[in-house]
């Protein structure tokens, strides 16, 4: 079955412990990216990747890091974590960069940082 | 940078009313698409718009896209408790001589049966 799988899908943890959320995509996507949501702000995007090795920020990068060093597997990373980075956090995969691609997305993680 | 305005950001009909949501960019859209999230799961790809002022349809479900690839419109007629949650509108966009995918902040529907 096609689909994006993360994990954990729920976390709570505390300030400063650094944690990873994991993506990986089945459909051989080329294009990946990483969106939180909060009440009244939508989906904000906050990483992306147009391919291996290539990643570039969204609107909303700082205090995150990714890596796309396989196609697959796209993880973000919080080094730090602090409690505004507590949030519903979705994983996306699109075929390619070209605009005419609907996104696919993972169940979410919900984050909570205290 | 960038927005996608939606409008209203709630709306709560009863069952059998019709329901419309509202995007609006400031720039001109390459594509628009809209997104469906129930209740405590992800976004889920409904359609894609690309032509000025194309409409397609999925059953009770009508999506437009402006003449001026600015503005876009979902509408539900006669609303059923399935129909329940969130819907975004997504613009693809030239930024910084790259395509961007802006998302609108969604309208959140709930049906009362």
């Known amino acids: 079955e096609a689909q994006v799988t993360q994990n954990p899908r729920y976390l709570i943890t505390v300030t400063g412990k650094k944690l990873t959320v994991t993506c990986s995509q089945n459909?051989?996507?080329?294009?990946m990216s990483w969106y939180r949501q909060d009440p009244g702000l939508g989906l904000r995007q906050i990483y992306y990747?147009?391919?291996?090795?290539?990643?570039d920020k969204g609107d909303v990068p700082e205090g995150y890091k990714v890596s796309r060093k396989e196609k697959r597997n796209f993880p973000l990373i919080l080094e730090s974590p602090s409690p505004n980075q507590t949030s519903l956090y979705f994983c996306a995969s699109s075929p390619d960069r070209r605009s005419n691609q609907p996104q696919h997305f993972g169940d979410g993680t919900r984050l909570s940082i205290l | 940078g960038q927005q996608v305005m939606q409008i209203p950001q709630y709306q709560h009909v009863q069952e059998g009313e019709d329901f419309t949501t509202y995007c609006n960019s400031s720039?001109?859209?390459?594509?628009i698409q809209w997104y469906k999230q129930r209740p405590g799961g992800h976004p889920v790809f409904l359609i894609q718009?690309?032509?000025?002022?194309e409409v397609k349809k999925q059953k009770r479900l009508t999506f437009q896209f402006g003449e001026a690839k600015k503005n876009s419109s979902l509408h539900i007629t006669a609303t059923q408790t399935t129909d329940v949650g969130t819907y975004f509108c997504a613009g693809r966009t030239l930024q910084g001589g790259s395509e961007k995918l802006v998302f609108g902040k969604g309208t959140k529907l709930t049906v009362n049966p």
């Open positions: 720039t001109t859209l390459s594509n």
């Open positions: 459909m051989n996507h080329e294009y």
């Open positions: 718009l690309v032509k000025s002022g």
């Open positions: 990747s147009m391919n291996v090795e290539v990643t």
